[in-house]
């Protein structure tokens, strides 16, 4: 006797199947292969072994190599800068909004979290008009004669500015939400023992949010790896490449004016994924063992 | 004082100060730090927005004569009148068309297909089910610096660069919305759907009287982050858009530096800017309390 189908499996989750396999399975596999080759995007691709990674790590006399290690440099100053102050800035903000007589706690909050609303393409076309030189607000109230993009170390401080403008507010609320998880009677108890502000931050809070902590600080750290809109936007790449980050190297070899070089723009590609791999991974295993 | 501010965060023990009360000025001094952080740090935060619009209520010039002032001398609406009557270089309500048009209609495919297939790792029963969820979930985690550049070649091999579908489609694979589902969905309790199953109902009965009513906090939260996350993307629209009829704001806007003249058409940049952060900030305003429950939702799996 023929078995009845059970079509239900393929109405509720072959739908989303095949659009992960189109869209992510297919991509990654492909990307991964094409770093081996020498592709243009337009004809196939055409294998070359490893001599495009060869040519990135290995070669002195290309500008691959230069260009790879250079984004690299640069996207690595980016996430030293950023990352520390996406955690240490809405961790403060979420201490300081549980404190019991701040008032307008809802109001200050959103104050902080609506610029994660707004594009970096219009955030950028407003702060480059804080940050110009005749027109803007450094300029004028504080008398800063230097155009802030094309001169270091300014340049990185506009972009890790515009960062942290649009970045905090999600981590803010992450906090918040776990903070106010935190028994209250742990604080009143530190604080019968004689615990100060500091001791009771420390001991009580932190590892109370611990679990958020470590998210927080892997996903902030794999995501400003990928940046791209905000030294494109607001430096585009200068003063002398100093703020050209990895991303837009990718971009410019696969996209960029020209032929493409989507097979070498790959590698890139690959590699940075696996320094985001082998970097999220140390992350999460130092934090884990730490905290434990 | 700020000194003094300071030293309160350590907060040596009370009694060690003689002629205060107990706790009284512990309290009253950290909260003046914390009031003084949050209050520059908002004052930081406010007035890009504030000088943005208000910049693009003056004339050019007076901006070029007066140099900055926070408020307009004389508020005019000529900047608005350009930027609404460039349509060739620059046609910002094109712009805010499309945006429009792509993130709602990829925000209505994110929630069907999301729903549907959260219900189908949760409530549908076939071999493997499980190992599947997190195979796929695995391979989710690779980093999408490696896919980015095949993705274009996908997209462009069926026809749809320069097109809304580049935008709407590859989106809805992702796996970090199914995972907050399905984590919903297993909330709820499973005697509801096999009661009514045993009624005779049918799977997608089910799905859409039973389970669709009870998920639907969880379904605006992927909704409204679908939507924001849409309407800003950037690397990929910068990517797929050479069109300039066709793109989405975002894209457009990084046209503009050249369009506008480096900064000596100062009132249409930020007028264009201003227009494109509208919707999202009335979206905000709207729906705040999803925004904010939302990562609640989400801390709360995984704390």
């Known amino acids: 006797m023929k078995k009845k189908i059970n079509w239900a499996p393929a109405f509720f989750v072959g739908p989303h199947v095949i659009l992960f396999a189109v869209f992510i399975l297919l991509p990654t596999i492909y990307g991964i292969y094409a770093s ?27 500008t691959f190599h230069t260009q790879f290690f250079r984004g690299l440099k640069n996207t690595l100053i980016f996430v030293g800068l950023s990352v520390p102050l996406l955690i240490v800035i809405p961790l403060m903000v979420a201490v300081a909004l549980e404190h019991k007589k701040v008032k307008m706690k809802s109001l200050i909050q959103s104050i902080l979290y609506i610029p994660g609303l707004i594009s970096i393409s219009a955030a950028a076309l407003i702060w480059l008009l804080i940050f110009n030189k005749q027109l803007g607000i450094t300029g004028n109230l504080f008398g800063s004669q230097i155009a802030w993009p094309a001169n270091q170390p300014y340049a990185w401080i506009i972009i890790i500015v515009i960062t942290l403008w649009g970045g905090i507010g999600g981590n803010m609320i992450i906090y918040r939400a776990s903070l106010s998880g935190v028994a209250q009677e742990l604080y009143e108890s530190a604080e019968l023992d004689g615990a100060g502000s500091i001791k009771r931050f420390t001991s009580i809070t932190l590892p109370s949010i611990r679990f958020p902590l470590i998210y927080t600080f892997v996903m902030t750290t794999a995501g400003a790896f990928n940046v791209f809109g905000q030294p494109l936007m607001m430096t585009d790449g200068g003063p002398r490449q100093s703020t050209h980050v990895l991303m837009m190297y990718i971009r410019q070899l696969a996209f960029g004016n020209g032929e493409s070089i989507a097979g070498m723009a790959s590698a890139m590609a690959v590699l940075l994924g696996l320094v985001i791999l082998v970097i999220s991974a140390l992350q999460y295993y130092v934090m884990n063992r730490n905290a434990t | ?130 190992t599947l969820f997190f195979t796929l979930l695995g391979i989710s985690f690779f980093p999408g610096v490696v896919n980015l550049i095949p993705s274009y070649k996908i997209i462009d091999s069926f026809g749809w ?44 009965r089910i799905f859409a009287q039973i389970i669709l009513p009870l998920v639907k906090p969880i379904l605006i939260v992927c909704g409204l982050f679908s939507f924001t996350g849409s309407w800003n993307d950037f690397l990929w629209p910068v990517i797929v858009y050479t069109d300039v009829d066709k793109m989405p704001v975002t894209a457009g806007l990084l046209l503009l530096q050249d369009i506008y003249g480096n900064y000596r058409m100062i009132g249409q940049l930020m007028g264009s800017a201003i227009l494109a952060i509208i919707p999202t900030l009335l979206l905000f305003i709207f729906a705040q309390k999803y925004f904010v429950q939302s990562i609640n939702l989400n801390s709360g799996i995984k704390g």
């Open chain 2, 1 to 130: 004082m700020s000194n003094q501010a300071v030293n309160g965060l350590d907060n040596r023990p009370v009694v060690n100060r003689p002629g205060k009360v107990k706790g009284s000025s512990n309290i009253s001094i950290s909260k003046y730090v914390s009031y003084t952080f949050l209050i520059i740090l908002c004052v930081i935060w406010i007035i890009p927005v504030i000088f943005g619009i208000s910049t693009s209520f003056r004339s050019q010039t007076e901006v070029v004569s007066s140099g900055f002032r926070l408020f307009p001398e004389t508020w005019v609406f000529e900047n608005y009148v350009t930027i609404l009557n460039n349509t060739s270089t620059a046609p910002i309500l094109r712009w805010l068309g499309n945006s429009l048009f792509i993130a709602t209609s990829h925000t209505i495919l994110v929630v069907i297909v999301i729903s549907i297939t959260g219900f189908g790792y949760t409530r549908i029963n076939f071999k493997g089910r499980d």
């Open chain 1, 36 to 62: 081996f080759t020498k592709w243009n995007l337009m004809s196939d691709p055409v294998w070359v072994g490893f001599d495009n990674y060869k040519a990135i790590l290995f070669d002195g006399k290309s």
């Open chain 2, 161 to 204: 660069v320069n097109t809304s579908w580049a935008m709407i489609i590859p989106g809805l694979a992702g796996m970090g919305n199914i995972f907050l589902v399905r984590q919903f969905m297993n909330g709820i309790p499973k005697e509801l759907d096999e009661s009514a199953k045993v009624d005779g109902a049918s799977d997608f």
